[in-house]
């Protein structure tokens, strides 16, 4: 069970839109629809911003949207906000009881 | 409101064992769906999921760790508690609690988490 990859890092310009991929494998992301978002501020716990690839939680703006396409998952960010600024991490439920996490990706604002 | 507090030794021996508790508010272990999982992070290193116990006492355990980690519950007091062997200086990280609801597959809120540091 190998930790979900997502890029390093991203960034965007106030307005834009920007894109996280998280990619994992058969057994967990290709499998089952069941990958959710976190986003973390510095000293925070992490929030949940999506759930079950691509529903919002309540009180979650819908600036936040996910898909997925095979083994990987995508969380696009619209509108970017200087609040955006934070680190996303993805999470897949890969069977029998069993999670995996992803690498964590630093959303930077210009 | 849910709130976990994650609490246990903030320095452990290389060979020790590991015991840290969750004490939850606000939801109960007894309800259908419910669960409590234990993930980890290294300084400067990704997330790690270590184990999960649900409320009919359904466990799971990260493959790599399996043999190391020991999840319960005890609903009378609402606390959870992991266990880890055999601990090396790999395993410092901080260590924290999530709750899972029964309404989706996913966790809905997060402890603060608690440093550990494995250092004889």
């Known amino acids: 069970q190998s930790a979900l990859t997502q890029p390093a890092s991203v960034s965007g310009s106030p307005g834009q839109s920007i894109t996280i991929t998280c990619t994992g494998s058969?057994?967990?992301?290709?499998?089952?629809?069941?990958v959710s978002w976190y986003q973390q501020h510095p000293g925070k716990a992490p929030k949940l911003i999506i759930y079950?690839?691509?529903k919002w939680p309540s009180g979650v703006s819908n600036r936040f949207s996910g898909s997925k396409s095979g083994n990987t998952a995508s969380l696009t960010i619209s509108g970017l906000q200087a609040e955006d600024e934070a680190d996303y991490i993805c999470c897949s439920y890969a069977g029998s009881r069993t999670y995996v996490f992803g690498s964590g990706t630093k959303v930077t604002v210009l | 409101q849910i709130t976990l507090k994650e609490s246990g030794p903030t320095l452990v021996k290389p060979t020790q064992t590991l015991t840290l508790t969750c004490a939850f508010s606000?939801?109960?272990?007894?309800?259908?769906?419910?669960?409590v999982a234990w993930i980890r992070q290294p300084p400067g290193k990704a997330l790690e999921w270590l184990a999960v116990?649900?409320?009919?006492?359904?466990?799971g355990y990260s493959p790599s760790l399996k043999s190391r980690l020991t999840i319960s519950m005890d609903t009378s007091k609402n606390q959870v508690v992991l266990t880890m062997t055999n601990m090396d200086p790999v395993d410092t990280a901080t260590y924290s609690c999530?709750?899972?609801?029964?309404?989706?597959?996913?966790?809905?809120?997060w402890g603060q988490g608690t440093m550990v540091t494995v250092s004889s």
């Open positions: 079950e690839v691509n």
């Open positions: 058969s057994s967990d992301v290709g499998t089952y629809g069941l």
């Open positions: 606000g939801f109960s272990l007894t309800t259908g769906g419910v669960g």
């Open positions: 116990i649900y409320w009919n006492d359904d466990k």
């Open positions: 999530l709750y899972r609801g029964n309404t989706r597959e996913a966790f809905d809120i």
